[in-house]
């Protein structure tokens, strides 16, 4: 059992950046792939950024140049450094571990959430 709890959302303005940070408990961390999803009003969830447990990553088309996922296995945590922010990027960020990888990138512990809102 895994348990992740995410933190780091707020209120920005486009261009702006933040850190969001998922802190994991349980088993052994440092062997699972973690992934960072969000899931905006009235669409689905998607990925947006995965790294495996070598420190391999993915990210979605939509984020790739501006989003950076990394891990910290002492610390048992994983941050989604994301920078020049837009409306768009507004959604509720999860954290989730023990992934299936490509197509599905199916999850089996999920965290309860972080809310980021960006403002144009």
């Known amino acids: 059992q895994v348990q992740l709890v995410e933190s780091g959302g707020g209120l920005v303005q486009a261009g702006d950046s933040l850190r969001l940070s998922c802190a994991a408990s349980?088993?052994?961390?440092?062997?699972?792939?973690i992934g960072w999803y969000r899931q905006a009003p009235g669409k689905q969830r998607e990925l947006v950024a995965a790294?495996?447990?070598?420190?391999?990553?993915n990210y979605g088309d939509s984020v790739k140049g501006r989003f950076t996922i990394s891990r910290d296995n002492a610390k048992n945590t994983v941050y989604l450094q994301n920078n020049s922010l837009k409306p768009e990027d507004t959604a509720v960020y999860y954290c989730?571990?023990?992934?299936?990888?490509?197509?599905?990138?199916?999850?089996?512990?999920w965290g309860q959430g972080t809310q980021v809102t960006v403002s144009s």
């Open positions: 790294i495996s447990s070598g420190g391999s990553t």
């Open positions: 989730a571990a023990d992934l299936t990888g490509p197509p599905r990138w199916a999850a089996r512990y």
């Open positions: 349980g088993r052994t961390f440092s062997g699972y792939a």
